[in-house]
């Protein structure tokens, strides 16, 4: 299909098949939804007309709707008015909503579209020059609509980063980037007009909104959409459309597959026929060789084929995609030296699996675009055995930021020292290339450089997870904090729902399991209950913003252990037994004074008055963290002077 735009590619399907059903919807109760061509060429040019009675091209719309068709036809409604859209999550409190008003800050929002469901809701949250309710009886209708002149060139909408580096950062994509990683996607994943997509993926963000939402309309396919919340209660839901619609192409991040293994029963499985799975594609987080495995293993009965498995990689700068594994083959992985790796050479291990570590190959990049692993110091291509940064370019590459501060980093616009080619993408992501295969190994600024060795944190959350049954999946951040000017690791671990063991032996587990694979002691290790661990929109850990929640206190903690609590205790305890001349132990008087000396430091710390602080009282309670702890251990030893 050759367009300009997303808009002509609706209308050159209105025209050819105006009846075809591109959407359904599965409604939470069981009910389907659908939505063809004609309807949503019909509603998108009442929302555009309405629009466009107070937008001008080019303003920015707020679009606030939970997973649903409306939130469909509002997205195709700001295409057909030149109003650039900007999909974001509905918040459900105040605190959610706090990213919101800085997407909307950031983005100058002029307009917000929502639904009457959500609509008196929102409006408490946001004060939004003004709002269109898009299932309302709206003034305008489809006749009151003037073509918008769209090109290639138009800037389609914002695609919001999650923000796990700081502020988010709307990232311009055009239709010109869509229907080019469109088409890139559609040719790695062998997208026709026989192929039935199923996704259950939040579709405010690339994977769920162009891979999925978009991607079909490309080649005249069909998609089942789901919300979220109903495969995260129920897992079976994901797999019972595909074997129910006979979906051809669905996939997820890696947790969506160990959820599966974990939460579908047997009797479940007896109802589920999987054959007709084409393209598994896994991306948005490391993928796994256990999570692989198991899945196959679970499923293979089901007629699941591991040859399905598409691992993947991309990013909102690329608008989606940027490589992908082959069709009718096997994942590539590459089991390499782990020691080896930490210095950011690639070497095969050689020692029968012992210190190695399993890379999942991502496939080879799309056509029409060039991908260097390069040293992100010199901007020198690197060899193919040395781990480097990804950079990107082609069409798919985004415009940039909107409205980027001139003191923040940006990444587009970078050339190799060797050459004219570019300009790249600098994506921050670590890996290598090994026959046309990409790897990734991790995050450039999400390094822990512990005394000159490479560690990758997704390598120690894991570690951390698997090291007790009690602890939640997926659901830890590993990162370095700087502690007297030295780089130290800290652990933030999500507890299990269903958590009955005491932490004493959860902690003791997870420290000797890094201990023993990594050969380092953390300096912390915080045990937290589920849904504590920050991450973004797509799933991925906020390793940052976890690390800024920790340094200031604001991680919720259920257990706490501290590398250096074993030297806080003795300097404790020689500061209440500090002899007196004759070289007897304290008096009571002595003993008084060692308490107040001590509720004098706590009080300082805390900012408390010391006659709120009691002999019994515990540190953690009155509002002391981790980085606190530490500054009372020095001011217990200066105060006492105890060396």
């Not at 040019?45 to 629009?51: D, E, G, S, T, W």
């Not at 089942?224 to 459309?241: C, G």
């Not at 991450?535 to 690390?547: D, L, N, Y």
Request: hydrophobic share 40%.
């Amino acid at each position: 299909m050759n367009c300009e735009s997303l808009i002509e590619v609706v209308k050159q399907n209105v025209e050819v098949e105006p009846g075809r059903v591109p959407y359904r919807f599965l409604v939470d109760d069981g009910r389907e939804e659908s939505l063809s061509y004609a309807e949503l060429d019909n509603a998108a040019k009442i929302i555009a007309a309405n629009l466009r009675a107070g937008c001008r091209p080019g303003d920015r719309a707020l679009l606030l709707f939970h997973p649903g068709l409306e939130y469909i036809k509002a997205l195709f409604g700001c295409f057909y008015a030149g109003v650039v859209a900007v999909p974001v999550y509905p918040p459900t409190n105040q605190r959610n909503s706090e990213r919101i008003k800085l997407i909307a800050d950031n983005a100058g929002i002029s307009i917000a579209l929502t639904d009457s469901r959500l609509s008196d809701r929102m409006q408490q949250f946001f004060d939004t020059p003004d709002w269109l309710i898009v299932d309302k009886p709206l003034s305008l209708t489809a006749s009151d609509y003037s073509e918008y002149p769209c090109s290639a060139g138009s800037l389609a909408f914002l695609q919001y980063t999650s923000g796990s580096t700081g502020n988010p950062k709307g990232v311009m994509l055009s239709h010109g980037n869509l229907l080019h990683n469109a088409m890139m996607t559609a040719k790695a994943m062998n997208v026709n007009r026989s192929s039935v997509f199923v996704s259950w993926l939040p579709p405010y963000h690339d994977m769920g909104l162009i891979g999925t939402m978009l991607e079909p309309l490309l080649e005249s396919a069909e998609m089942v959409l789901m919300s979220p919340a109903a495969f995260v209660q129920r897992p079976y839901r994901w797999l019972k459309a595909i074997s129910d619609y006979r979906a051809t192409i669905s996939g997820g991040p890696n947790f969506a597959y160990d959820l599966c293994v974990q939460k579908i029963s047997e009797e479940q499985k007896s109802s589920l026929d999987l054959s007709c799975w084409q393209v598994a594609f896994n991306g948005s987080e490391p993928v796994r060789r256990e999570t692989l495995d198991a899945f196959v293993s679970a499923f293979e009965q089901c007629g699941f084929k591991r040859k399905a498995f598409h691992p993947c990689y991309g990013m909102a700068e690329t608008t989606l995609i940027v490589s992908g594994g082959g069709l009718e083959t096997e994942p590539v992985i590459k089991r390499i030296d782990a020691q080896a790796l930490e210095q950011n050479i690639v070497l095969p291990s050689s020692d029968g699996g012992k210190g190695g570590i399993d890379c999942v190959g991502c496939g080879c990049s799309m056509v029409d675009q060039g991908v260097l692993i390069v040293d992100p110091e010199t901007g020198v291509p690197c060899p193919p055995d040395r781990i480097g940064e990804i950079w990107v370019a082609g069409d798919s590459v985004a415009q940039g930021y909107w409205n980027l501060s001139e003191d923040e980093a940006n990444p587009f616009g970078a050339y190799p020292v060797d050459s004219d080619r570019g300009p790249f993408l600098r994506t921050g992501d670590l890996g290598f290339m090994d026959d046309g295969q990409l790897f990734i190994t991790g995050r450039l600024k999400d390094l822990i450089i512990l005394n000159g060795r490479n560690l990758y944190p997704q390598d120690i959350e894991r570690c951390s997870w698997k090291s007790h049954s009690s602890l939640r999946p997926n659901a830890t951040a590993a990162f370095s904090c700087v502690i007297e000017g030295v780089e130290e690791l800290v652990v933030v671990q999500e507890l299990g729902f269903r958590n009955k063991v005491g932490t004493e032996s959860i902690l003791s587990s997870v420290r000797r399991a890094i201990s023993e694979e990594f050969q380092v002691q953390p300096y912390a290790i915080v045990l937290t209950r589920p849904g504590n661990v920050p991450v973004t929109s797509s799933g991925k850990i906020r390793r940052r913003e976890c690390r800024r929640l920790y340094e200031s206190g604001n991680i919720k903690q259920e257990a706490l252990w501290l590398r250096d609590h074993d030297e806080f205790a003795e300097a404790f305890d020689s500061a209440i037994a500090v002899p007196d001349v004759e070289g007897k132990q304290n008096n009571v008087g002595m003993q008084n004074a060692v308490e107040a000396g001590l509720r004098r430091i706590w009080a300082e710390l805390l900012a408390l008055e010391t006659g709120a602080i009691g002999i019994d009282d515990n540190f953690f309670d009155l509002g002391g963290y981790s980085m606190l702890a530490v500054q009372l251990q020095r001011n217990i030893n200066k105060y006492f002077n105890v060396n």
